[in-house]
């Protein structure tokens, strides 16, 4: 018996690992997942299992900055449902959420796969806020397949970022690497046409979501305004939670509110998809006292 616990104590540890209720995140398109490190801590802290995947042609890399080509959404679609599904066949239960189009992206996999809750960070339905340029109207002119292969699209000030000190440490990242913790300093207009595809592709299935949802959004995002949360209120198929902040940009996980957005995530999900009740002190406990 002696030689043996050691063993089945670790099987027991095992189990609970498994057991732990699971959370896959999407950062935003060109970016890494740096910018979800806040919220993924928080929710680590308290004992969630947490994936921020790097998907290629969706994100960039946070050592260099470069991008693969960039495949149809699709592409990204499958590796999002295949992160699922590895974490599904362990932990069983998985919320799903994201930033930016990383919210979209999440969406998206909510139609494929079951979520047990949905996290919506500054999602974006609608390039509409108060920083985007009064030319995106002419976009589709460089989704012709002889331009987006080509053009791109230069990030400007205030990258997303109310803390202006926040601000100047992104803007001197991007001019040294070309990439920060908010992304890469420039967008393609070939990853521009594949996240204007999958927004259609989501938009065309929100009525079919009915997972529990928390939409977290700034009242003064710069690039995606109030009709993206007033489209998800109106059209998921369970009324989500929204909470508005007021002194952030659309980078909420970085800004000025980084603390307060990370808690409110960790709170929804420990109310909305708990944390096995189990304990490795009361599991022990039971193996001794079941082998005493």
């Known amino acids: 018996m002696r030689l043996t ?32 490190a806040p919220v993924a801590k928080s929710l680590r802290e308290v004992g969630y299992v947490v994936e ?44 799903i959420g994201g930033l930016c189009m990383g919210a979209v992206l999440a969406l998206a996999l909510a139609a494929r796969r079951p979520a047990a809750a949905l996290v919506l960070i500054s999602t974006t339905l609608h390039f509409d806020g108060w920083n985007v340029s009064p030319w995106r109207r002419l976009l589709p ?19 997303g970022l109310k803390n202006e000190r926040l601000r100047a440490w992104v803007e001197q990242a991007m001019a040294s690497n070309h990439v920060s913790a908010v992304g890469a300093a420039r967008l393609s207009a070939a990853s521009l046409y594949e996240a204007t595809r999958l927004i259609r592709h989501v938009r065309a299935r929100l009525t079919g979501l009915s997972a529990p949802a928390v939409v977290l959004h700034a009242t003064e995002d710069d690039v995606s305004g109030p009709r993206s949360v007033h489209e998800l209120r109106d059209r998921l198929g369970q009324q989500p939670e929204v909470h508005w902040f007021h002194d952030s940009y659309h980078m909420l996980t970085l800004d ?27 599991a022990f406990g039971d193996f001794h006292e079941q082998h005493a």
């Open 52 to 95: 921020t995947p790097a998907m290629a042609g969706y994100g960039v890399s946070s050592a260099t900055g470069e991008q693969l080509p960039v495949p149809p959404f699709e592409h990204w679609l499958a590796e999002a449902t295949a992160a699922y599904d590895r974490l599904a066949a362990k932990h069983g239960r998985v919320a």
């Open 5 to 36: 616990a050691p063993f089945r104590t670790l099987s027991a540890m095992e189990s609970l690992e498994e057991r732990r209720p699971a959370v896959l995140l999407f950062h935003g398109l060109c970016a890494n997942p740096m910018e979800l």
């Open 141 to 159: 002119l460089a989704y012709l397949p002889v331009f987006r292969r080509r053009m791109s699209f230069k990030e400007t000030a205030p990258f």
């Open 256 to 282: 000025n509110e980084r603390i307060a957005v990370a808690r409110t995530v960790r709170d929804f999900l420990l109310r909305r998809h708990p944390l096995a009740t189990l304990s490795p002190t009361s």
